[in-house]
């Protein structure tokens, strides 16, 4: 067991390891202040924060932790009648996780079961990615709206940048933290607006804002990747 968490802390950079430990020391705070009740709140973040810095390393277990958090995350947003980021977590990005999961471990660099080959999308792929993610909002936007879904055009907006996240992490691209973090901005947003109802919400916000700048630092780190796996 200690060589295995020595071995841990050898895989991530001190600046990785700084990172997740101010992430997961503010959500711990932020939760102890604002709420003290959802304990699956907090549970949620600790574990989307997690699968974010293994995520930013390429490394597989990561997915496998947001498959964990889209479930719990689920189960937050019916809390608030946010049915649709219930219906998008559920139905989209926790199986579309189970679908990524599976293409990073078919797709190790150079047989390194920790981090996936960083995949290069073409111009057909874009196209079709970019239809793709129109025809999925127009649906989700009808289903939305008739279960009377809280604040509708965030919501709806969030459908579109988690879809354009899965189907880019699925396909190994670096730019799925970028989609990522433009959905973190809309979550912000979107939970934002909870909070003007009930505080305890607060937490929530602050998980976003966190993990907004994990998933910058993961585009970061993808680009850098993406260059050293090219020999460029």
């Not at 990005?93 to 078919?106: E, G, H, R, Y």
């Not at 999925?136 to 008739?146: E, G, K, P, Q, R």
């Not at 396909?171 to 973090?181: G, N």
Request: charge should be positive; glycine fraction near 6%; include cysteine.
């Amino acid at each position: 067991m200690k060589k295995r968490l020595t071995s841990l802390f050898h895989y991530f950079t001190k600046g990785e390891l700084m990172l997740w430990s101010i992430s997961v020391l503010l959500l711990v705070v932020s939760f102890l202040i604002f709420d003290k009740k959802n304990i699956l709140t907090l549970i949620a973040s600790l574990i989307g924060v997690t699968s974010l810095i293994f995520n930013a390393k390429g490394n597989p277990f990561g997915q496998f932790l947001m498959i964990i958090f889209s479930l719990l995350y689920g189960m937050i947003s019916f809390t608030f009648a946010y049915y649709g980021e219930m219906v998008t977590y559920l139905g989209m990005t926790a199986p579309m996780a189970v679908f990524a999961l599976i293409s990073w471990l078919k797709n190790p660099y150079n047989g390194n079961k920790a981090e996936v080959e960083v995949n290069h999308l073409k111009g057909k792929e874009i196209i079709f990615m970019s239809v793709l993610t129109i025809f999925v909002t127009l649906v989700f936007s009808d289903i939305l709206a008739f279960f009377h879904t809280a604040n509708l055009v965030p919501s709806t907006l969030s459908v579109t940048t988690s879809f354009l996240a899965v189907y880019l992490t699925f396909r190994r691209s670096a730019f799925y933290a970028l989609a990522y973090a433009a959905n973190d901005i809309v979550l912000i947003v979107l939970w934002g607006m909870a909070t003007l109802s009930d505080l305890s919400y607060l937490s929530v916000v602050i998980c976003f804002v966190m993990f907004l700048v994990n998933d910058i630092y993961g585009f970061i780190n993808w680009s850098k990747m993406q260059k050293r796996q090219s020999g460029k």
